[in-house]
């Protein structure tokens, strides 16, 4: 339950120094976090992209932006919800953060690999 906490923490940590606010319920996204012990293979969606966060939010589904994503064991993957739309409009992750066959709870650990998962997002909550 520890790393849970501090996989929630720092992931709220990187949201509001993006600038988005936490709510409870409603909300605009919903983040949602996944922790795989073992080496996974997931079926993905390319992320929208600036097209989705734009005024004109015109964006289509298209085969060619789903593909295969190999994960090694002691991987998190965050992903974020349209809450609305009920769409995943953005995804990333980080792998490596075990200690032998347990996760790391180091805490440093567990932050910088969330951070380096939000550093591939671009977006900011104050500036939409």
Avoid: C, H
């Avoid at 990187?14 to 319920?25: C, I, K, L, P, Q």
């Avoid at 939010?57 to 994960?71: I, M, P, Q, T, W």
């Amino acid at each position: 339950m520890l790393f849970k906490t501090m996989l929630r923490d720092a992931v709220s940590n990187e949201m509001a120094s993006r600038g988005y606010n936490y709510m409870a319920t409603g909300g605009d996204l919903l983040v949602n976090f996944r922790v795989f012990e073992q080496p996974t293979e997931l079926k993905t969606m390319d992320n929208l992209g600036a097209g989705y966060w734009g005024a004109a939010e015109s964006y289509a589904y298209d085969a060619n932006r789903f593909g295969e994503v190999k994960l090694d064991k002691g991987s998190i993957i965050v992903q974020m919800i349209d809450r609305q739309k009920g769409v995943e409009v953005w995804q990333g992750y980080a792998s490596g953060l075990t200690d032998g066959n347990v996760f790391d709870k180091n805490k440093d650990k567990v932050y910088s690999a969330v951070g380096a998962i939000f550093q591939k997002y671009e977006y900011r909550g104050d500036k939409l």
